[in-house]
Every structure is written in structure tokens, then in C-alpha cells.
């Protein structure tokens, strides 16, 4: 909801028409009246809510962890399997 509003106060200060909490469809039709929705403001737009949902996925990534611990209990299990066992086919593999 915070990224909605932040998204909504830069396309108002882009156009000096507060959007404030009004449908998307709504704002955009009332720039197209006041004259000031055109090709270029539309790629305007366009810039700043795709500027701003790289800037969210950004976040999102500087978040995530390089590994899960999952993944990293995997691979040291992995790295715990005798080589002779590895090397052997499946259908010998030895019952547990």
C-alpha cells in the first residue's frame, strides 16, 4: 500500500493534479480533460511507475539470501556421500 502511495504522489508532482486516493482510470481521464495527458506525459508515466517497480524489485532482491539454509544443509549432506557410493550405479546402490 506504501509503494501505491508513493507511486500516486510522483505521478502528482509530475502533473500538479493530486491523485490522492481516486482510481487510476479516474485520474488518468481527468488529466486527459484538464489537456494535459499526451503522448509524452503518457511516457512519463510510464518511466516513473517502471522506475519505481525496479526500485521495488531491488529491495525485494537485497532481501533475499544469496542461499537458504536448506540448500546449504544439501549440499554439505552431498558433500558427505562416499565417492565409491557415487560412482556406483543405481540399480547396485546398497539397501539402507
Known sequence: MQNQQN??????????LPA??????????QLN???KLTARSTMDILT???????????????LQPEKTIQ???DEESKSKIPEAIKDTPKSQKPLK
Open 71 to 73: 540448500m546449504e544443509a
Open 20 to 29: 490522492m486516493k481516486m482510481p487510476w482510470s479516474l485520474y488518468l481521464a
Open 48 to 62: 516513473v511507475v517502471l522506475t519505481s517497480m525496479e526500485e521495488q524489485e531491488e529491495k525485494i532482491k537485497s
Open 7 to 16: 507511486l500516486r504522489n510522483k505521478i502528482s508532482l509530475l502533473f500538479g
Open 33 to 35: 480533460e484538464a489537456g
